[in-house]
């Protein structure tokens, strides 16, 4: 069963652009915006990643944390981050185990071949590490200032 609102963040392990595992409670105290997305250096993709690192500084005066998550490699992340200047800190899931339990590893069909893959979903989290907002299957225009809202109004 999926994450849901009103659950903790839980203790899943991802590992961060050097390859190091990292637990996710660990962003516990602050409020983090995670959000998930099929992979790197794809038009979608990296938009919304610029569009993240764009909005950092009004995230980062908020008190929220950001972390962007998919499957990549943690070397093709540093190559991403580069390409485009990211600020935006991005994580791996290799296995998909944290993609699957966030309910974000779903059925896709691209002309008319079923397929699965990673639904570009978002979830914030309040400082005390409890789910708050869920948004799934987004769309890219707009989608950073409605989080950001959201995470403006969590005071």
Do not use: N
């Not at 908020?62 to 093709?76: E, H, I, T, Y």
């Not at 998909?96 to 691209?110: P, R, S």
């Not at 071949?113 to 979903?121: F, H, T």
């Not at 309040?126 to 403006?152: I, M, N, S, T």
Request: proline share 5%; glycine share 10%; with cysteine.
């Amino acid at each position: 069963m999926a994450i849901a609102e009103g659950d903790t963040i839980p203790a899943v392990e991802l590992l961060d652009g050097d390859g190091t595992a990292f637990r996710l409670d660990r962003f516990l105290g602050a409020p983090l915006v995670l959000y998930f997305y099929p992979k790197d250096d794809t038009a979608g993709c990296t938009r919304e990643a610029q569009e993240f690192s764009a909005a950092r500084p009004a995230f980062d005066a908020a008190g929220a944390q950001l972390l962007g998550v998919s499957k990549d490699s943690p070397a093709r992340h540093r190559k991403f981050t580069a390409k485009y200047d990211l600020t935006v800190p991005l994580a791996t899931d290799p296995d998909g185990a944290v993609i699957e339990a966030f309910g974000a590893w779903v059925e896709k069909t691209l002309y008319g071949k079923k397929y699965m893959g990673i639904d570009r979903s978002t979830f914030l989290f309040d400082a005390g590490g409890q789910l708050v907002r869920v948004w799934r299957k987004v769309k890219v225009p707009g989608h950073v200032d409605q989080v950001l809202a959201a995470v403006k109004e969590l005071g």
